[in-house]
């Protein structure tokens, strides 16, 4: 097959471009540019799109001998992934932009100029599997290797894009990847891994959201509605948040204090002990399958964070207009506006699970293998007693 | 066995200069010493000295080795700035066209970013072209405010020819001096250092079959100029720096090769090049030529030079799928990190951002051949159907 390898300049997509040419493939690296401004988001973020790291890309092409182009996306970028993210926390919601990427960058707008010049796939550095069936059709799994497995922020592709898409990597731990890079002789072999947000340049989002959203100060109340501190912006917290609140006073019991809750049209934010922050049912919008769409009530595996725990829950797809039909309307009344005409997914967790956040995403699972996902719109507590 | 349409990236080097540089690599001797191999290299560097001032109508003094055209333009034009505006404060404007190379362009931005001079720019027609008129608009009422003006010989991208002769004579009248980046000219047209009567001059070895990494700055005996680097003082103590004999040799025997046979030469890739561009414009496309073309035109416009603009198209989408087919070319225009950019040149000349995202650039050189053309004309068709579909995903 003809394929596009998508290059950042890291060690894991250095491997993969070369698994893909071992395995027979022809391959193109291609390196996605980030941001029109190359002297700005590229020379000084960590972790991808600096003009150090189109080089080592280039680099570790020219060493496979195989064509390397730089494809700008800025663009499509900008609009679709950073301007979202900003309009996210402007709403009140923690968007994970890397799921964001995936969805509209590297599985669609790369994707989909690569089939047009006459590619047949794109392959990426992710840890994560593709198994494919007796039909010919595809299911995205998890990672051998936990400590590395990404196939949470992959949870947004549907059919299409995975019948488009290899993860070389899947099968293989990190540090074994880390020894294959150096045997193949890539300088980027010992290339520390990126971390965080690689449009935010120094890894502070609040105040990174502060210059775009400008300050908005407000109250700090406890669970009592009794004001105990003050923020410079409720949209640059995120529930279950509990460094960085600055409250002049410890809670009386001294416990420790967290993000409660968030409200951005009033710009309250609300602390409270750690009991408060279990919810086990989650409403969530905007969902995307890997295969086929689960049916009445799905016993299913629901995660929350990008390397958060897996939960036992059940799982139903709610279409269009269909009322909750457990009849336990979230306590706040507001279970999410999803589009209209858009179908919405209940999850019922097992237990109990903290700091869950709208506009995070929850990936469902069934064993290894990756469901889909939906953005949480709300997060409730329904049944009393369950561990938290 | 690839088609290689880029020559005016890079052109292969001649058999003869290779040989030239290999037999002289052979050899001991810095330019500089006194003893019997210092004065064997310098025998050498200067015959290629007498050698390269002949073949372009200029005297052996008037030739500054460097290591090529961007150095050259630099030396040309801070050197100018710097001894003329220590001559009279006044001097520190320079007067340069908007379809320069960027090593002038960002040169000058960078004076001017420093505080150092402040530029007036000359806008072109159409075609590319810099009229004497638009050269006197911008030199203006003010012509002692000025140290230097520098217009290209031909351009880099869609290698329009420009006057050098009536622009000197513009310059000369108001007192100014003149350079020009004559790096795609020579080798490729008569250059006639006097003749055109300018002051500095910038070429380069590898664009005419000679060895990377070494060019010249013709320079008059009269040109005031200050050295950019400092040291040995070789040179004319313009340009420190042991010289590279085999490189200098290569050079020379490079440029008398190009020479003699330049008229033929022309003749040979002016009928490929026009045969290419034919066949483009024939294809369904709407393609068309960027700047001015005539059939059989060799002075107006650089023999070896094709530019096309296809709608609808990103270069770089066609630069890759011709690629893959075997044909190397270019969009001719400078990447900002790997990251096509619309043209400045094409912009200059009036085109829009969305036309110049569409260029194309096919450039010949001493080893093109029919199949060459036969090559990128099978090839084009495809790319182009690609390159729409890729181009109406964005």
């Known amino acids: 097959m003809r394929v596009v390898a998508a290059m950042s300049g890291g060690v894991d997509s250095a491997v993969a471009a070369a698994r893909m040419l071992d395995a027979g493939h022809e391959v193109v690296g291609v390196h996605l540019a980030l941001s029109q401004s190359a002297a700005t988001l590229r020379e000084s973020s960590r972790g991808c799109c600096t003009i150090e790291d189109a080089g080592d890309a280039r680099r570790v092409a020219d060493r496979l001998g195989i064509p390397f182009y730089v494809w700008d996306v800025a663009e499509r970028f900008r609009r679709d992934v950073v301007e979202d993210f900003v309009q996210e926390y402007a709403a009140g919601r923690t968007p994970n932009p890397c799921l964001r990427c995936n969805e509209k960058i590297k599985f669609a707008a790369l994707l989909d100029k ?157 602390v409270g002990t750690a009991d408060l922050l279990g919810v086990d049912e989650i409403h969530g919008d905007h969902l995307r399958w890997c295969g086929p769409v689960p049916r009445g009530e799905a016993r299913l595996g629901a995660q929350i964070r990008a390397h958060g725990e897996e939960v036992p829950a059940v799982v139903r797809v709610l279409e269009a207009g269909q009322s909750d039909p457990t009849g336990a309307a979230d306590p706040t009344g507001a279970a999410g506006s999803p589009a209209a005409g858009e179908p919405t997914v209940q999850v019922r967790l097992e237990r109990r699970v903290r700091g869950v956040a709208p506009g995070q995403s929850v990936v469902l699972y069934d064993g290894t293998r990756v469901v889909g996902s939906a953005t949480i719109s709300s997060a409730s507590r329904q049944r009393i007693g369950s561990a938290s | 066995m690839n088609a290689y349409l880029d020559h005016a990236a890079t052109t292969p080097m001649l058999p003869a200069a290779i040989e030239a540089v290999a037999a002289q690599s052979a050899v001991v001797g810095n330019a500089s010493s006194l003893h019997t191999s210092g004065r064997a290299a310098r025998r050498v560097v200067e015959e290629s000295r007498e050698s390269i001032a002949a073949a372009l109508g200029a005297r052996p003094s008037e030739v500054i080795l460097t290591s090529g055209g961007t150095e050259s333009d630099n030396l040309a034009l801070q050197g100018t700035l710097a001894a003329r505006s220590a001559a009279d404060p006044r001097r520190r404007r320079l007067v340069v066209s908007t379809i320069e190379h960027h090593a002038v362009i960002d040169c000058v931005e960078h004076l001017v970013r420093s505080g150092r001079a402040e530029v007036s720019w000359v806008e072109v027609d159409r075609c590319g072209h810099v009229t004497p008129q638009a050269l006197t608009a911008a030199i203006g009422d003010d012509p002692e405010s000025v140290a230097l003006v520098s217009v290209m010989w031909a351009n880099n991208e869609v290698g329009t020819v420009q006057p050098v002769a009536e622009l000197a004579a513009v310059a000369h009248a108001h007192g100014i001096p003149i350079h020009t980046d004559a790096v795609q000219a020579v080798g490729h047209l008569p250059v006639d250092f006097a003749g055109a009567g300018v002051d500095l001059l910038t070429l380069t070895g590898h664009k005419l079959g000679g060895p990377l990494g070494v060019g010249a700055l013709l320079a008059t005996r009269a040109a005031e100029i200050s050295p950019l680097v400092f040291g040995g003082g ?83 989408s066609l630069l890759y799928l011709l690629d893959a087919a075997g044909v190397e070319c270019s969009t001719g225009s400078a990447c900002q990190a790997g990251v096509p950019q619309p043209s400045h040149v094409l912009l200059a000349m009036g085109y829009s951002e969305a036309q110049a995202r569409g260029a194309l650039r096919l450039s010949l050189g001493h080893t093109s051949t029919d199949a060459d053309v036969d090559a990128f004309l099978a090839a084009l068709p495809g790319a182009v159907e690609r390159a729409r579909r890729a181009h109406g995903v964005r």
């Open chain 1, 114 to 270: 690569a089939l047009a010049l006459g590619f047949d796939a794109v392959a990426t550095g992710h840890y994560a599997q593709i198994v494919e069936n007796a039909d010919g059709t595809r299911e995205l799994h998890r990672a051998v290797d936990p400590a590395k497995d990404q196939s949470y922020v992959l949870g947004v592709l549907d059919e299409d894009q995975l019948a488009r898409s290899f993860f070389p990597l899947g099968d293989t731990t990190k540090p074994e990847i880390r020894a294959e890079a150096q045997r193949r002789g890539f300088s980027v072999a010992a290339k520390p891994d990126s971390h965080d947000i690689c449009f935010i340049a120094d890894g502070d989002t609040r105040a990174w959201l502060t210059q775009r959203l400008g300050e908005r100060p407000g109250e700090i109340v406890d669970e009592s509605g009794q004001t105990v501190g003050s923020h410079s912006g409720a949209y640059g917290f995120t529930v279950g948040q509990r460094r960085g609140l600055h409250l002049p006073r410890p809670a009386a019991d001294g416990a420790p204090r967290y993000v409660v809750d968030v409200d951005v049209p009033r710009n309250v934010v609300t």
């Open chain 2, 234 to 316: 070789q040179e004319r103590q313009l340009r420190s720096g042991t010289l590279d004999t085999p490189a200098v040799r290569g050079l020379a025997v490079a440029l008398e090769a190009a020479t003699a046979g330049l008229a033929e030469e022309q003749r040979r890739l002016v009928a490929l090049r026009d045969r290419l561009v034919r066949g483009a414009l024939d294809l369904d496309y709407g393609i068309t030529v960027s700047g001015c073309w005539q059939e059989g035109d060799a002075a107006g416009r650089l023999p070896g030079n094709a530019h096309l603009l296809v709608p609808d198209c990103e270069g770089d």
